[in-house]
């Protein structure tokens, strides 16, 4: 495949790697140590406010010695409880295990399964994937995060942004649909979740790099409008949530930049805005 437009590279779906042993998500928040200091910064200039104000109106002012032993007290134990609070990369994550699915497409014999991921969008337990992780399936198995496991069917497709909907003759109790978010923009944090190679539940981190691109994909269709991230995506990773830092689906995972043709990521992936895939499954807008 090939980037269109001013740079041209050649990528590939995100999928058809076989189950392999689960692993666990990881993932860490970006610039927490800039924030302690911002945070530290603003609570010696509120504990300095507040001391003048004491001084002013007590009888007995405080002395320098005291004020600086507020202070400290103050800033050490915010310091404490900011270190002591999850990265944002971890708090995306439990929030979307409860809608994150595994989806295994047998095909015709000879041409073995692909794996890919998927969400779940609606209270109705409605699957948001990649229609490239489905298509041309002869059957289609989920699995759930609480070990719930179903056979589903395709029951809409939107070929032109490679994006499809499942829905699973059985779904877990209770049926928790993603929480959707906007586009995100350039810069800001980003978070694959989906089964690399197999690796069941997995995480990655990284920024949104790009919006409005265009990539061309195998059978020659171009795809438009996506996010480019730089967040690792694997086969695997496909029809998979791309996440913001509040854990909110900005995106649906389809595919990474290939120039090798290996298969692999090699620092770009790209994936559908969920305001135009939501829309396949009566998602609401965005």
Do not use: C
Not at 250 to 256: C, K, S, Y
Request: proline share 7%; no cysteine; glycine share 14%.
């Amino acid at each position: 495949m090939r980037l269109t437009g001013a740079s041209r590279r050649a990528a590939t779906h995100a999928q058809d790697e076989p189950p392999a042993e689960e692993a666990p998500g990881r993932g860490g928040g970006v610039g927490k140590r800039t924030w302690l200091a911002v945070a530290a910064a603003f609570l010696v200039g509120v504990v300095a406010a507040v001391v003048v104000v004491a001084n002013r109106d007590s009888p007995q002012p405080l002395d320098r010695a005291e004020v600086g032993t507020i202070a400290s007290g103050l800033v050490d134990k915010a310091i404490q409880d900011l270190q002591r609070a999850p990265a944002p990369s971890a708090v995306a994550y439990q929030k979307i295990l409860p809608s994150l699915v595994e989806i295994e497409a047998s095909r015709a014999a000879g041409k073995g399964e692909a794996l890919g991921a998927g969400v779940i969008v609606n209270a109705s337990g409605a699957i948001l994937t990649a229609l490239h992780v489905v298509d041309g399936a002869t059957s289609v198995r989920v699995s759930f995060a609480d070990g719930t496991r179903s056979a589903a069917t395709v029951s809409s497709t939107d070929p032109k942004n490679d994006i499809a909907v499942l829905q699973p003759e059985r779904t877990p109790e209770p049926i928790v649909p993603a929480a959707l978010g906007g586009a995100g923009r350039v810069g800001e944090e980003a978070y694959a979740v989906g089964h690399p190679l197999g690796y069941v539940g997995s995480l990655t981190a990284g920024v949104i790099s790009g919006l409005g691109r265009s990539i061309t994909v195998p059978g020659g269709k171009t795809l438009r409008g996506l996010i480019q991230f730089d967040a690792a995506v694997n086969p695997g990773n496909s029809g998979g949530p791309l996440l913001d830092r509040r854990g909110q689906v900005i995106g649906i995972v389809t595919a990474l930049a290939n120039p090798s043709r290996d298969g692999y990521f090699i620092g770009i992936g790209f994936a559908v805005p969920i305001g135009t895939a939501g829309g396949a499954a009566n998602a609401p807008p965005k």
